[in-house]
């Protein structure tokens, strides 16, 4: 269920609040001309040696969040309003929060100005105001759109991609049926998974949805946030900690953070890379790529509940010549959604039980959060909670940029740490 006054779930009789996916690491701020050497996960991705293969050009990522400012250096140029759907404009461009400008960028922005670089800088932004709870204003949320109707914008869109960091506990119909319109016109959906793994974990819509890919977070090590929602819903991980963004909504500093949203907002700039290397891959053959390549050290028929297939890795995808991305028109999570493999879907279907399948195949190896995956004893990396703030102040153990490629970029087995698969 959606917190939206003009909507009831016909499912749930509460209502539950739709947030954001992320949150502050730091109370302070850095100065704009230092975001982009924090960007670790630009190096660990290999980001120089992929913009010489594919920058992201003629694809179009649809924002869905808390609006896009498209007046920062690092965004002018890139987000395309007039694409916006009719019943999508209102306030469009005004963001009540700073996080959805700040995922704006972690996909398509230039780097102008010393802001963020973005992994797909010449990808272009369409952009989906939603009502989330960071909107306090009960009138501007009437006016603004629920989920459901924001996927529906989006789908309506010439976004091949949607990207939606944000979520809630609760089911709606109505936003199931959106991802499945979505899903049905050729889209690629990436959602967050959520922020509560080390807060009761609980479930997180609509990355618990059918035709949502659930993207995790993880750090410079490859090990999961000890944050990071788990459970059947994880398809793939991607950088999450110690990331930059707006630190509010007057979009003056940026500050360091962690969630899952930006995990999201990186999957969804990865696969802007692989579609516009690859135009005439559908959606499908773009996720399926990412699987086969995802790193992992266990086997890929076993998703870890917390990493699901593994580390996206779009190098992996574009450094490889004459890659087979499979079937255009089988979905590949059939096994994992209890789906008949040999049926012809779109990508993401999942069980259309108000949740992904209970069939899934069995987790993968054994190996307790935050420690080496095969050893079973090694030294965590997940965070403490800051005691002496009393806030989600959280620290981590920061390895160095070479290491780094090596777990995220590198041929090998990409991951040295994974959290524990049930």
Same mark, same amino acid.
């Given at each position: 269920?959606?917190?939206?006054?003009?909507?009831?779930?016909?499912?749930?009789?509460?209502?539950?609040?739709?947030?954001?996916?992320?949150?502050?690491?730091?109370?302070?701020?850095?100065?704009?001309?230092?975001?982009?050497?924090?960007?670790?996960?630009?190096?660990?991705?290999?980001?120089?040696?992929?913009?010489?293969?594919?920058?992201?050009?003629?694809?179009?990522?649809?924002?869905?969040?808390?609006?896009?400012?498209?007046?920062?250096?690092?965004?002018?140029?890139?987000?395309?309003?007039?694409?916006?759907?009719?019943?999508?404009?209102?306030?469009?461009?005004?963001?009540?929060?700073?996080?959805?400008?700040?995922?704006?960028?972690?996909?398509?922005?230039?780097?102008?100005?010393?802001?963020?670089?973005?992994?797909?800088?010449? #990808? +272009? &932004? @369409?952009?989906?105001?939603? *009502?989330?709870?960071?909107?306090?204003? $009960?009138? /501007?949320? !009437?006016?603004?759109?629920?989920?459901?109707?924001?996927?529906?914008?989006?789908?309506?869109?010439? #976004? +091949? &991609? @949607?990207?939606?960091?944000? *979520?809630?506990?609760?089911?709606?119909? $109505?936003? /199931?049926? !959106?991802?499945?319109?979505?899903?049905?016109?050729?889209?690629?959906?990436?959602?967050?998974?959520?922020?509560?793994?080390?807060?009761?974990?609980?479930?997180?819509?609509?990355?618990?949805?059918?035709?949502?890919?659930?993207?995790?977070?993880?750090?410079?090590?490859?090990?999961?946030?000890?944050?990071?929602?788990?459970?059947?819903?994880?398809?793939?991980?991607?950088?999450?900690?110690?990331?930059?963004?707006?630190?509010?909504?007057?979009?003056?500093?940026?500050?360091?953070?962690?969630?899952?949203?930006?995990?999201?907002?990186?999957?969804?700039?990865?696969?802007?890379?692989?579609?516009?290397?690859?135009?005439?891959?559908?959606?499908?053959?773009?996720?399926?790529?990412?699987?086969?390549?995802?790193?992992?050290?266990?086997?890929?028929?076993?998703?870890?509940?917390?990493?699901?297939?593994?580390?996206?890795?779009?190098?992996?995808?574009?450094?490889?010549?004459?890659?087979?991305?499979?079937?255009?028109?089988?979905?590949?999570?059939?096994?994992?959604?209890?789906?008949?493999?040999?049926?012809?879907?779109?990508?993401?279907?999942?069980?259309?039980?108000?949740?992904?399948?209970?069939?899934?195949?069995?987790?993968?190896?054994?190996?307790?959060?935050?420690?080496?995956?095969?050893?079973?004893?090694?030294?965590?990396?997940?965070?403490?909670?800051?005691?002496?703030?009393?806030?989600?102040?959280?620290?981590?153990?920061?390895?160095?940029?070479?290491?780094?490629?090596?777990?995220?970029?590198?041929?090998?087995?990409?991951?040295?740490?994974?959290?524990?698969?049930?």
């Amino acid at each position: 269920m959606r917190r939206n006054a003009r909507r009831l779930s016909a499912v749930c009789s509460v209502l539950g609040a739709l947030a954001i996916a992320s949150a502050g690491l730091a109370p302070g701020a850095v100065a704009a001309d230092g975001v982009q050497s924090k960007q670790w996960y630009l190096d660990a991705m290999g980001a120089k040696e992929i913009w010489k293969y594919s920058t992201g050009k003629g694809v179009k990522v649809a924002v869905i969040d808390t609006g896009v400012n498209p007046d920062t250096p690092s965004l002018k140029g890139q987000v395309l309003v007039d694409e916006v759907p009719k019943v999508a404009k209102y306030h469009v461009t005004q963001d009540y929060d700073g996080h959805g400008t700040s995922i704006a960028e972690v996909i398509a922005g230039t780097g102008a100005g010393g802001g963020i670089k973005g992994l797909a800088p010449e #990808a +272009k &932004i @369409i952009p989906i105001r939603v *009502g989330l709870d960071q909107l306090k204003d $009960e009138d /501007e949320r !009437a006016k603004s759109l629920t989920s459901a109707e924001a996927i529906r914008a989006a789908a309506d869109s010439d #976004a +091949k &991609i @949607i990207n939606m960091s944000y *979520g809630s506990e609760y089911y709606a119909e $109505e936003e /199931e049926e !959106a991802l499945k319109y979505a899903a049905s016109k050729g889209k690629l959906l990436f959602a967050s998974t959520g922020n509560t793994g080390d807060r009761g974990n609980k479930r997180n819509y609509p990355s618990m949805d059918p035709y949502a890919i659930g993207v995790g977070a993880i750090d410079k090590t490859g090990t999961v946030g000890n944050f990071s929602s788990y459970g059947n819903q994880v398809d793939l991980a991607a950088p999450g900690l110690d990331v930059q963004g707006y630190c509010d909504k007057t979009l003056t500093k940026y500050c360091t953070q962690y969630g899952t949203s930006f995990a999201s907002a990186i999957a969804s700039a990865s696969a802007a890379l692989v579609w516009s290397a690859h135009p005439d891959w559908t959606a499908n053959q773009v996720l399926r790529s990412f699987i086969d390549t995802a790193g992992r050290t266990w086997a890929k028929n076993k998703p870890s509940k917390y990493l699901g297939y593994g580390i996206i890795r779009p190098r992996r995808v574009l450094i490889a010549k004459n890659i087979d991305p499979g079937p255009a028109n089988r979905d590949p999570l059939a096994a994992e959604n209890g789906a008949d493999p040999d049926e012809d879907i779109t990508a993401g279907g999942k069980s259309s039980d108000g949740g992904k399948s209970s069939t899934a195949p069995s987790e993968g190896a054994s190996v307790k959060p935050g420690e080496k995956a095969g050893t079973g004893n090694g030294s965590t990396s997940a965070a403490a909670k800051d005691t002496t703030s009393g806030s989600s102040t959280q620290t981590w153990v920061i390895i160095g940029a070479a290491a780094a490629v090596l777990i995220i970029g590198g041929a090998g087995f990409a991951v040295l740490r994974a959290r524990r698969n049930a």
